[in-house]
């Protein structure tokens, strides 16, 4: 997936049950953050700066959507418990990953020298680890920006476990998009 290719039509899990992405970025544009477990310190690094930028991306007209490889109830159970203000989506099989070839990582890309030199201020943003809670350790994240109309303004394929995009660059990749 790259900038300019035409996202998959992706159906994932919510407690109301299934949603369509497509139909989230009709009216404007849409993050996709594809998350690897609950207790991934760099992701929830991650979703506490998405939930920084979150009022400035519906300032430009999208939103956000968290995804991830557990099942819809426990994923909104995680969130609520963060207080994230947008909706977070269920892939317990992880057809979207595979679908978007978000792949799962090698020993030194989980804890190669550049995920444990950015360990500690994400250990600070993130307020502490937690266990895995059954989650797939070895899967990478990855965040997409989605325009009206399904056009891909934004594909991160996070290189190790600590590579999630600046939000400053998510912030700029919506903005585009909406246009």
């Known amino acids: 997936m790259a900038v300019g290719d035409r996202f998959p039509?992706?159906?994932?899990?919510?407690?109301?049950?299934p949603v369509r992405l497509s139909d989230l970025?009709?009216?404007g544009p849409l993050v996709i953050s594809f998350m690897r477990h609950f207790g991934c310190t760099f992701c929830r690094e991650h979703l506490e700066h998405l939930r920084a930028g979150y009022s400035e991306i519906r300032a430009a007209g999208g939103d956000v959507v968290a995804v991830f490889h557990y099942t819809?109830?426990?994923?909104?159970?995680?969130?609520?418990?963060?207080?994230?203000?947008?909706?977070?989506?269920?892939?317990?099989l992880r057809?979207?990953?595979?679908?978007?070839?978000?792949?799962?990582?090698?020993?030194?890309?989980?804890?190669?020298?550049?995920?444990?030199?950015?360990?500690?201020p994400a250990y600070r943003t993130a307020g502490g680890t937690r266990p895995p809670q059954g989650g797939d350790i070895r899967q990478l994240p990855g965040t997409f920006v989605v325009a009206p109309g399904g056009r891909v303004a934004l594909a991160h394929y996070s290189a190790n476990a600590?590579?999630?995009?600046?939000?400053?660059?998510?912030?700029?990749?919506?903005?585009?998009a909406a246009g």
Not at 9 to 17: I, N, Q
Not at 163 to 176: C, F, S, T
């Open 72 to 92: 819809a109830q426990a994923s909104q159970d995680f969130c609520t418990g963060r207080r994230l203000p947008f909706q977070c989506l269920g892939d317990p």
């Open 95 to 120: 057809e979207a990953y595979a679908a978007l070839d978000i792949r799962r990582g090698r020993a030194r890309e989980l804890y190669g020298w550049g995920v444990i030199r950015r360990a500690l």
């Open 162 to 176: 600590a590579d999630n995009p600046p939000i400053e660059l998510v912030l700029d990749a919506v903005r585009a």
């Open 25 to 27: 970025w009709i009216d």
């Open 9 to 17: 039509a992706l159906v994932l899990e919510t407690v109301d049950g």
